[in-house]
C-alpha cells in the first residue's frame, strides 16, 4: 500500500530520516512509535506532499485516497453534520450533478454510482460516528463555531473517519478525546476496512487497533509483526541479542589486540601479527541498542498521613454561581485510595475533582475535611498557562525562596530539570517537559491528595509507565481523570461513574466498563434509528389521513377541472363556425343563437373557474393540515 524507500530529510541540521524505507502491507493498521521529535509527524507531511524529502521516494497506488485531520480546527456558521458530510467530495459532486444533469445516460450513471457508494445510507453514518465522539443529536444540527477548539478538532476527526479513505493518517487522535470517545475510536478503527497509519502513546489503542508496528530509531524505520506488546517484546529481545554479540565482538577484539601486542615485535610471528591486525581493522562496529533513558517521576509522599475519611460529604451539591452540575454526593475518601473518575466530558468531572481540591465550595450540604489536608491539583490546561519567560530553577525557587541555590538545582533534578536544563526557559520546553514540571511543583510539599486531571497528553508511552510507576509509589490519596486505560486499570483500585448529575460506584473494572460504554453507544445509535423511524411513519400515517380528509375535496376539483375543460372546449368549436364570414349571410337566426350561446358558456367557464379556484384553496388548507 505504501511504500518508502531510501528516503532522506534534514530539519536544520537535525538527520530525521538516514536512507530509510518502508513497505506497508494492504489494509494493514500500522502503529507508527518512537520518541518526541523523532520525526513521526514530519513522515506524515512529507506522504501528503506538503514537504519535499532531500532524496528518496514514497509511492502509493495510482488513484490512493490520503485522509489526514487537519491541524487547524474547523470553524464557521455550518452545521456539524454538513461539514461532516461534505467530507466526501464524490457523494457531494455527484448529488450536485444530478441536480443539473440533462442527458439520460449520465443521469443513470449518477444514481448508480451513489447507490454504489451507499450514498443514501450517509448522512446516518456521518450521525453515528459523531455520536461516537461525542456529540447528540442537538448538537450534530449546531453550528461548528459554537464549539470550542478540542471539540471541533473532534469533528474534523469525524469527517476524516467519514470519508473512509484508502490511506488513513492518524497523529496523536486520543488527545482531543475523553475515555469514552476513546473507547468508541478504538471499537471503530478495529474494523476499519483500510490501511491505517497511527501515531500514537495510548497503549490500548496500539494493542487493540493495530497489526503491524513501525518504529523510527536513529533516522531509520523498522516494520514489526503485532501489536504494540509483541512489538515491546521483539525490541527488547534483539536489544538482549544484540548485547550479547557486542560482548561476543569486544572479547574477539581483545583477544586480537592481545595477539598483535604480544607478537608484532617477533619476526616469527610479525605475518601472523599483521593479519590479525587487518581483522581488527575489517571488524565492524556494532552498537548496543540501548534506548534514551526516561527519567522517571518523583512524587513526594505526605510527612505525616491523616486519619481517614480525610473528606466525607453529605448530600453535597456542587456547580457555579446558581447552576448546579452535580448533586446528592454521599462520598467518602480514605487516605491511600485510587479512584478513576469515569464519565463523558461535559458531565461534571473536573467540577467534582475541583470540589475534592477546595477549589470550588459546596452549594448546599455537608463536606467534612481534615484540617491539615494538603491536595495537590493537576489539570491539562494548566500547561497552557505556564508563563513562557519563566524557568524551572526559577519556579522551583519560589517554593525555596531561603534555600541555597545547591539544593535549589538538586530539588529542580529531582523533578526531572538536571544542569542547564533547569535553566531552560518554559517556551522551549516540549509539552511533556512542561507537564513534568507541573506535576512536580503540584506535588513540592507531599500533599496528602494527589488530582490529576488528564495528565498524560503529551507523555509518550514509556513516560506515562514511569507516571504510572510514581503514582503507585505514592502513599497518599489520588484521584485520577484520563483517556488513558493503561493509566487507569494500572493505578486505579476503585472506578466512580460522574454521569446524570451524580457521582457513584461502578461495579467493574475497564473492561466492564468499555464493554458498557459500547453498548449504551449502539443502544443510543438503535434508539435514534427508531425514533426516527417512528417519526417516519407518523409522517406517513398524518399524510395518509390528509389524503383520506382531502379525497372528497379533491373529486370536487377533479369535476371543476373536467366543467372548465368542457366548456373551454365547447367555446372554441362555436367560435370555429362563427369564424366563418358568410355564416350570418347563409342562416342569420343560425348565427344569431351561435353568439347568443356563446356569451352563455362564457359566463359558465367563469362560474367553473371561480368554483375551481375555490375548492383547490380547501384542498391545499386540507393538506397543509
Given at each position: 500500500?505504501?511504500?518508502?524507500?531510501?528516503?532522506?530529510?534534514?530539519?536544520?541540521?537535525?538527520?530525521?530520516?538516514?536512507?530509510?524505507?518502508?513497505?506497508?502491507?494492504?489494509?494493514?493498521?500500522?502503529?507508527?512509535?518512537?520518541?518526541?521529535?523523532?520525526?513521526?509527524?514530519?513522515?506524515?507531511?512529507?506522504?501528503?506532499?506538503?514537504?519535499?524529502?532531500?532524496?528518496?521516494?514514497?509511492?502509493?497506488?495510482?488513484?490512493?485516497?490520503?485522509?489526514?485531520?487537519?491541524?487547524?480546527?474547523?470553524?464557521?456558521?455550518?452545521?456539524?453534520?454538513?461539514?461532516?458530510?461534505?467530507?466526501?467530495?464524490?457523494?457531494?459532486?455527484?448529488?450536485?450533478?444530478?441536480?443539473?444533469?440533462?442527458?439520460?445516460?449520465?443521469?443513470?450513471?449518477?444514481?448508480?454510482?451513489?447507490?454504489?457508494?451507499?450514498?443514501?445510507?450517509?448522512?446516518?453514518?456521518?450521525?453515528?460516528?459523531?455520536?461516537?465522539?461525542?456529540?447528540?443529536?442537538?448538537?450534530?444540527?449546531?453550528?461548528?463555531?459554537?464549539?470550542?477548539?478540542?471539540?471541533?478538532?473532534?469533528?474534523?476527526?469525524?469527517?476524516?473517519?467519514?470519508?473512509?479513505?484508502?490511506?488513513?493518517?492518524?497523529?496523536?487522535?486520543?488527545?482531543?478525546?475523553?475515555?469514552?470517545?476513546?473507547?468508541?475510536?478504538?471499537?471503530?478503527?478495529?474494523?476499519?476496512?483500510?490501511?491505517?497509519?497511527?501515531?500514537?502513546?495510548?497503549?490500548?489503542?496500539?494493542?487493540?487497533?493495530?497489526?503491524?508496528?513501525?518504529?523510527?530509531?536513529?533516522?531509520?524505520?523498522?516494520?514489526?509483526?503485532?501489536?504494540?506488546?509483541?512489538?515491546?517484546?521483539?525490541?527488547?529481545?534483539?536489544?538482549?541479542?544484540?548485547?550479547?554479540?557486542?560482548?561476543?565482538?569486544?572479547?574477539?577484539?581483545?583477544?586480537?589486540?592481545?595477539?598483535?601486542?604480544?607478537?608484532?615485535?617477533?619476526?616469527?610471528?610479525?605475518?601472523?601479527?599483521?593479519?590479525?591486525?587487518?581483522?581488527?581493522?575489517?571488524?565492524?562496529?556494532?552498537?548496543?541498542?540501548?534506548?534514551?533513558?526516561?527519567?522517571?517521576?518523583?512524587?513526594?509522599?505526605?510527612?505525616?498521613?491523616?486519619?481517614?475519611?480525610?473528606?466525607?460529604?453529605?448530600?453535597?451539591?456542587?456547580?457555579?454561581?446558581?447552576?448546579?452540575?452535580?448533586?446528592?454526593?454521599?462520598?467518602?475518601?480514605?487516605?491511600?485510595?485510587?479512584?478513576?473518575?469515569?464519565?463523558?466530558?461535559?458531565?461534571?468531572?473536573?467540577?467534582?475533582?475541583?470540589?475534592?481540591?477546595?477549589?470550588?465550595?459546596?452549594?448546599?450540604?455537608?463536606?467534612?475535611?481534615?484540617?491539615?489536608?494538603?491536595?495537590?491539583?493537576?489539570?491539562?490546561?494548566?500547561?497552557?498557562?505556564?508563563?513562557?519567560?519563566?524557568?524551572?530553577?526559577?519556579?522551583?525557587?519560589?517554593?525555596?525562596?531561603?534555600?541555597?541555590?545547591?539544593?535549589?538545582?538538586?530539588?529542580?533534578?529531582?523533578?526531572g530539570f538536571p544542569n542547564v536544563k533547569a535553566?531552560?526557559?518554559?517556551?522551549?520546553?516540549?509539552?511533556?517537559?512542561?507537564?513534568?514540571?507541573?506535576?512536580?511543583?503540584?506535588?513540592?510539599?507531599?500533599?496528602?491528595?494527589?488530582?490529576?486531571?488528564?495528565?498524560?497528553?503529551?507523555?509518550?508511552?514509556?513516560?506515562?509507565?514511569?507516571?504510572?510507576?510514581?503514582?503507585?509509589?505514592?502513599?497518599?490519596?489520588?484521584?485520577?481523570?484520563?483517556?488513558?486505560?493503561?493509566?487507569?486499570?494500572?493505578?486505579?483500585?476503585?472506578?466512580?461513574?460522574?454521569?446524570?448529575?451524580?457521582?457513584?460506584?461502578?461495579?467493574?473494572?475497564?473492561?466492564?466498563?468499555?464493554?458498557?460504554?459500547?453498548?449504551?453507544?449502539?443502544?443510543?445509535?438503535?434508539?435514534?434509528?427508531?425514533?426516527?423511524?417512528?417519526?417516519?411513519?407518523?409522517?406517513?400515517?398524518?399524510?395518509?389521513?390528509?389524503?383520506?380528509?382531502?379525497?372528497?375535496?379533491?373529486?370536487?376539483?377533479?369535476?371543476?377541472?373536467?366543467?372548465?375543460?368542457?366548456?373551454?372546449?365547447?367555446?372554441?368549436?362555436?367560435?370555429?363556425?362563427?369564424?366563418?364570414p358568410r355564416a350570418f349571410e347563409r342562416n342569420?337566426?343560425?348565427?344569431?343563437?351561435?353568439?347568443?350561446?356563446?356569451?352563455?358558456?362564457?359566463?359558465?367557464?367563469?362560474?367553473?373557474?371561480?368554483?375551481?379556484?375555490?375548492?383547490?384553496?380547501?384542498?391545499?388548507?386540507?393538506?397543509?393540515?
Amino acid at each position: 500500500m505504501l511504500t518508502v524507500t531510501d528516503l532522506t530529510y534534514r530539519l536544520g541540521p537535525r538527520l530525521l530520516f538516514d536512507s530509510a524505507g518502508l513497505a506497508l502491507p494492504e489494509r494493514a493498521h500500522v502503529g507508527f512509535v518512537g520518541r518526541n521529535g523523532a520525526g513521526k509527524t514530519t513522515l506524515f507531511r512529507l506522504i501528503c506532499n506538503e514537504i519535499a524529502a532531500e532524496s528518496g521516494t514514497i509511492q502509493l497506488p495510482r488513484g490512493a485516497r490520503i485522509g489526514r485531520v487537519e491541524q487547524e480546527a474547523p470553524g464557521g456558521d455550518g452545521k456539524l453534520i454538513d461539514f461532516v458530510l461534505a467530507a466526501d467530495s464524490e457523494r457531494s459532486a455527484l448529488l450536485e450533478e444530478a441536480e443539473t444533469a440533462l442527458d439520460p445516460h449520465r443521469i443513470a450513471e449518477i444514481h448508480v454510482r451513489l447507490a454504489d457508494i451507499e450514498a443514501h445510507a450517509a448522512p446516518a453514518r456521518a450521525a453515528e460516528i459523531l455520536a461516537g465522539l461525542g456529540f447528540d443529536e442537538e448538537a450534530q444540527h449546531r453550528a461548528l463555531k459554537e464549539f470550542s477548539g478540542g471539540w471541533r478538532m473532534r469533528v474534523a476527526l469525524a469527517a476524516v473517519l467519514f470519508s473512509r479513505p484508502d490511506l488513513l493518517l492518524l497523529d496523536e487522535p486520543t488527545n482531543y478525546l475523553d475515555l469514552e470517545g476513546t473507547l468508541w475510536l478504538i471499537d471503530y478503527l478495529g474494523s476499519y476496512p483500510a490501511t491505517i497509519v497511527v501515531i500514537s502513546h495510548d497503549r490500548d489503542l496500539l494493542n487493540d487497533v493495530c497489526d503491524h508496528i513501525v518504529h523510527l530509531d536513529r533516522a531509520r524505520l523498522q516494520l514489526y509483526r503485532g501489536n504494540y506488546d509483541s512489538f515491546a517484546r521483539q525490541r527488547a529481545e534483539a536489544k538482549m541479542l544484540q548485547a550479547k554479540f557486542v560482548k561476543k565482538q569486544e572479547e574477539r577484539r581483545a583477544h586480537l589486540q592481545a595477539f598483535v601486542d604480544r607478537f608484532r615485535a617477533k619476526a616469527t610471528k610479525a605475518r601472523q601479527a599483521q593479519s590479525r591486525l587487518k581483522m581488527l581493522e575489517k571488524m565492524e562496529s556494532v552498537e548496543a541498542a540501548v534506548d534514551e533513558d526516561v527519567l522517571p517521576f518523583s512524587f513526594p509522599s505526605p510527612e505525616k498521613p491523616l486519619s481517614p475519611p480525610i473528606i466525607a460529604m453529605e448530600k453535597v451539591a456542587v456547580g457555579y454561581d446558581e447552576r448546579t452540575v452535580l448533586s446528592g454526593l454521599s462520598l467518602s475518601l480514605s487516605n491511600d485510595d485510587r479512584i478513576g473518575l469515569l464519565g463523558a466530558n461535559g458531565n461534571g468531572k473536573s467540577t467534582f475533582a475541583k470540589l475534592l481540591g477546595g477549589r470550588l465550595s459546596p452549594l448546599s450540604g455537608t463536606l467534612n475535611k481534615s484540617a491539615r489536608l494538603e491536595a495537590g491539583f493537576f489539570a491539562q490546561h494548566q500547561v497552557e498557562d505556564l508563563n513562557l519567560d519563566d524557568t524551572p530553577f526559577r519556579a522551583v525557587q519560589r517554593l525555596m525562596p531561603d534555600a541555597p541555590e545547591s539544593k535549589i538545582r538538586a530539588r529542580a533534578a529531582q523533578i526531572g530539570f538536571p544542569n542547564v536544563k533547569a535553566d531552560t526557559k518554559v517556551a522551549n520546553l516540549s509539552g511533556g517537559e512542561k507537564a513534568r514540571l507541573l506535576m512536580g511543583l503540584a506535588t513540592f510539599n507531599g500533599p496528602h491528595l494527589l488530582i490529576l486531571d488528564e495528565p498524560t497528553n503529551h507523555l509518550d508511552i514509556d513516560s506515562r509507565a514511569a507516571l504510572a510507576e510514581a503514582i503507585n509509589e505514592f502513599s497518599g490519596a489520588v484521584i485520577l481523570i484520563s483517556h488513558d486505560q493503561y493509566l487507569l486499570e494500572a493505578c486505579a483500585d476503585r472506578l466512580w461513574l460522574v454521569a446524570d448529575g451524580k457521582v457513584r460506584a461502578f461495579d467493574g473494572d475497564m473492561a466492564d466498563y468499555r464493554k458498557f460504554v459500547l453498548e449504551s453507544a449502539r443502544k443510543s445509535q438503535k434508539n435514534g434509528a427508531e425514533k426516527k423511524r417512528e417519526a417516519s411513519g407518523e409522517a406517513r400515517r398524518d399524510a395518509a389521513r390528509t389524503r383520506r380528509d382531502a379525497a372528497p375535496i379533491l373529486r370536487k376539483v377533479k369535476a371543476a377541472e373536467e366543467k372548465l375543460t368542457r366548456f373551454s372546449d365547447l367555446i372554441a368549436r362555436v367560435d370555429l363556425m362563427l369564424s366563418d364570414p358568410r355564416a350570418f349571410e347563409r342562416n342569420p337566426a343560425e348565427a344569431t343563437r351561435l353568439s347568443q350561446q356563446r356569451a352563455d358558456l362564457e359566463r359558465a367557464l367563469l362560474a367553473a373557474e371561480e368554483e375551481w379556484l375555490e375548492l383547490s384553496s380547501e384542498l391545499e388548507a386540507a393538506n397543509a393540515g
